[in-house]
Structure formats: structure tokens, C-alpha cells
């Protein structure tokens, strides 16, 4: 038997462009030769619509979708098509693995385990399925699992959440192969855990899985595809490029492969890259513009948008004031000049004196330190915001996640924008990802690399005028905000530095509340995937403030 994989690019509530992806790209797969075709989870309207589920014309336009398909895939070859599917005596939503063949659904299997954590909510939107089927085609017992329903043993160890596991319960249906299509947001490092998952499940029931994952961006989610395919002896046979909307055709039964391995830094670059590039396409826009400080965040900002949309499609803005320091505006025009995007200065100095002049009455000797300070970066982006109304074009933020964490940033400032690309790296891995784009380009200026980071907002400032060293704060702030230790667990510096960081955190939470969406890369996002209560007490922390 030869798997055709549809690796598809959906978009949210495009429940047309959707539709004839699948139907074109499931003729293509059977031209290359393939008997059976695998789309991604809920295909037809995309990973996931969310709150639109909640209308039943949107329900309705999928099902229409759904018995289009019926007659115009091909006759001659099986489709798996993902999809909402409505009860119609209990109104309950499923999510849907569905197989259509000659104009018939021959198979039907709903989700089993909806996943509540992180980015995950299925269970505000669909029930559980409760049975299982087998469909026999050349000389197989195909059966269909959705995403978290091959994650019955946690990826947290032995320990599993759910009293059910549909891995065992199918094959005891009598299934022979597997076809598991899935929704899996991209972390560093995720597909390793996908295959073991996989492969575990293969060798424990001897049978071969073929496992199919979605590409593309949804606002902060990332999917990555990297399909693959094992034996039943839990071998992998064929691998999936990632970050390709692309249809792979090959034999099941083919030789075991040496796997595909990529570096760390390569696999963000290429999630922030897609990332960028759907968002803004998604969202309806082409261009995109920025505030190209001469630091080391907007230069990486700068360098992904360039990447993932083109040269002419970025615009960079130096926004000096009298504390922005020559060497920053001469790095950031260097920089621009080496992209290739567009590049502009202009000066905040008129408007922020003209402010000053005005609060002086109002705010007297207070409007020194903070308030002056912040001034700058709301009239940055006031200026910023300008352009947008002005140009089809999305502004982005260049703040990483040790400052959003902390409160180092100014919100109406820096934080004004629609997209944070690099909102879930830490200072210390925007350094590590720079210095690889440098490893195969260099295109970054090394003044930018070695100075010491500043938002040049008053004389001689640092960062580490107000923060800790960043090795030292992403270190501690990796413990809490991941691994969810509070300041009496965490041991690697004294308790006041620790105490301090992490009341920065709680009491900075309602500015990351107003942040625009996070490209998420780690393990637990640092968007919706963090909900915290803004009005409370914090037990994270030492209560001794």
C-alpha cells in the first residue's frame, strides 16, 4: 500500500480554500501513485476555530464542505478528512477522523482525549468519543486516532490523565495499521517526542503508524508537520520535510531510514519564520514595519520579517531621542542596509520635549524617571501605530520574554503592535539565535552582539540597572514560568534576587495581558498558554514586600 500525505496549510474559517486544498492536493497524491490519502486534523476549518464553533451557520457551511467532498475527491482513492462534526439528536460537537470513499463515509472515528492544558480547550467545545472502528482495504484493518489520542501515557512520564487508552482499545478492534492525524503545536524538540510516542506504540502492538501533522500558523500556534511514518517493529520508514505545505507519496512497507536531525536553532528560526509569514498573510496584510532600535531584539525581529516576507515587504524606523546613542542609529541603519528592507529616521526629540513641556505643570519634579522614560517609548509608539493607519501594514513588537516576564517594557510603548515575534525566546536565546543566523550569514552587526543591551531611555542606562544578569534571570525565570517552581524552591541565587524577580513577574501580569499574540517555540507559551488572575496575592513569591 502506498500513503499519500496532504500536508496542508489550512486557514481558520476558510472553509472553501480548505475544501479544495484537500480535493487538490488528494488528486495529486493519487497521480503520484498513492491508494490511501491523509489529511491533518480538522481539515475543513482549519486547527482550531475556537469560539466560532459556537454558530451554527459556521457548523452548518461545514457540513456542507464535508458532502461536497463526498463526490469531489477522487472516486478511486480513500481520503481521511478531518472535521467538526455535530450530533444531530444531542447537538454535542466531536471532532471528526473521518474516511470518504466512492462518495461514502466508510469510517468514522471521534476524538477520544480532549486536551486541556497549555494552548489546549477542546473540552469547552467537544465531547469524547466513546467507540471505535476498523475499515479493511488492501489486506489492511485501518483504524483512525486523532492527536491526543495517541498520548494516553503523558509525556510527563508514566503518569496518564486519562482513564482510557485508544491506541489499545482500536487495536483490540482488530486494527492493523494506524493512521493517526494530528494538530501538534511545534516546540524545540517536540518531533523527537512525537516519535517516541509513536514508536512505543508500534513495537508494544506490532503494527505500523503513520502519524500526520499540520502545517502552518495560527495567530501564536505553530505547526510544524513533520509527519512520519514507523514499521511494526516501532522503526521509522519515512520522514516529512518540516515547514512544508507539500504531498509526499511512499510504500509502507519500505526500508527503516536514519532519521532526521535538526539543531535547535535552526528549528526556531524556521517556526518563527512560518509563524511570521501566516500571521500577517492569514490576517490579510503583505507589509510589515518595526522600530529598528540598534539593539539585538529588533535586529532579530528585523532579520525573521525579512526572511519570512521579503525585502519589500519590511519597513524599519529609527526613533531616536538625546539618550539613543550614535553607534545604535549607525548599527540599525547597517543593518537595514544588509536585509535589504526599507529604512527611515525619524526623530522623537520635538514631540517628547513638546510632551514634557505640557506634564511639567500637571506632574512637576514626578514627571522625571518613569514617566519621562516611558514617554519615549509610547511616542515611539504612537509614531509607529501612525504608519499602520496610513499603510496596509502590520506594525511587530521586539520584545523577548525575560523583559514581557519582568515588566521591562512600556505598555502603549514598545509594546504596541500585533504580533510579539520572539515573545516566548528568552534574552539569552535571542543572543544563541543571533549569533547562528551570524554562523551562516553575517549579517548582524557584531556591535550589536557585544554591547551591553540598553533601552537607551536615559543617560548611561543598562538593562542590568534594573534586572539581574540575563543567564542568571532566565535561569530562574525557566524554573518558574516552566517548570512552575515558586521563590522557596528555587535555590540557584540568594532568596531576595529570586523574591524580587518573580514579584516582577506577578505584579507585571497585567501588561502580558495586553500583549498582542506570542509566537509560541517553548514548551508551555507564554500567551494563552499562561493564565493568570490579575487581581490577587501572590503565593509564588515571598510575601515579605
Known sequence: MKIGLATINTKIADLRGNTQKIQDFSLRAREMGADIVVTPELSVCGYIPNDLLFYDGFLKE??????????RLPNDTPVVVGRVRKDPQTEFLYNTASILYRGQEVLRQDKVLLPNYDVFDERRFFQPGTSYQVWDYLGY????????????????????????????????????????????????DKNNLRKQLI????????????????????????FDGSSFSVNARGKVVYEVSPFEEKVDVFPLDISEIDEKSTEPMKQIFNALVM?????????????????????IDSALVAVIAQEALGNDNVQAFSLPSRFSSPSSYEDAKQLASNLGIGFEKISI??????????????????????????????????????????????????????ELATGYCTLYGDMAGSLA????????????????????????????????????????????????????????????????????????????IVAKVLRMVAISEHKRFQAPPVLKVSSRSFGVGRRMTLSRSYPETYNEF
Open 421 to 496: 515575534v520572539i515573545g516566548d525566546l528568552f534574552k539569552t536565546q535571542v543572543y544563541a539565535l543571533c549569533r547562528w543566523i551570524n554562523s551562516r550569514s553575517p549579517t548582524i552587526p557584531e556591535n550589536i552582539l557585544v554591547k551591553a543591551p540598553s533601552a537607551e531611555l536615559r543617560e548611561n542606562q543598562t538593562d542590568q540597572d534594573s534586572l539581574p544578569p540575563y543567564d542568571l534571570l532566565d535561569r530562574i525565570l525557566h524554573l518558574h514560568l516552566i517548570e512552575n517552581k515558586t521563590a522557596k524552591e528555587i535555590d540557584i541565587a540568594p532568596p531576595e
Open 62 to 71: 461545514i457540513d456542507d464542505c464535508f458532502e461536497e467532498l463526498k463526490h
Open 141 to 188: 484493518r485501518i483504524g483512525l486516532l486523532i492527536c491526543e489520542d495517541f498520548w494516553f501515557i503523558s509525556h510527563l512520564g508514566s503518569f496518564s490523565p486519562y482513564s482510557t487508552d485508544p491506541v489499545q482499545e482500536i487495536v483490540n478492534r482488530g486494527a492493523t495499521l494506524l493512521l493517526g492525524i494530528s494538530a501538534s503545536p511545534f516546540e524545540v
Open 199 to 222: 514508536k512505543n506504540h508500534s513495537r508494544k502492538h506490532g503494527i505500523p503508524i503513520v502519524y500526520h501533522n499540520l502545517v502552518g500558523g495560527n495567530d501564536g500556534l505553530i
Open 349 to 402: 526629540e520635538k514631540v517628547y520635549e513638546s510632551s514634557r513641556d505640557t506634564l511639567r505643570h500637571v506632574l512637576g519634579p514626578n514627571l522625571e524617571g518613569t514617566p519621562s522614560e516611558n514617554l519615549q517609548a509610547r511616542i515611539r509608539g504612537l509614531l509607529l501605530m501612525a504608519w499602520s493607519n496610513a499603510h496596509p501594514s502590520l506594525l511587530l513588537t521586539t520584545g523577548n520574554k525575560s
Open 275 to 295: 509563524g511570521t509569514r501566516d500571521f500577517v498573510h492569514k490576517s490579510g496584510f503583505r507589509k510589515v514595519h518595526l522600530g529598528l532600535s540598534g539593539g
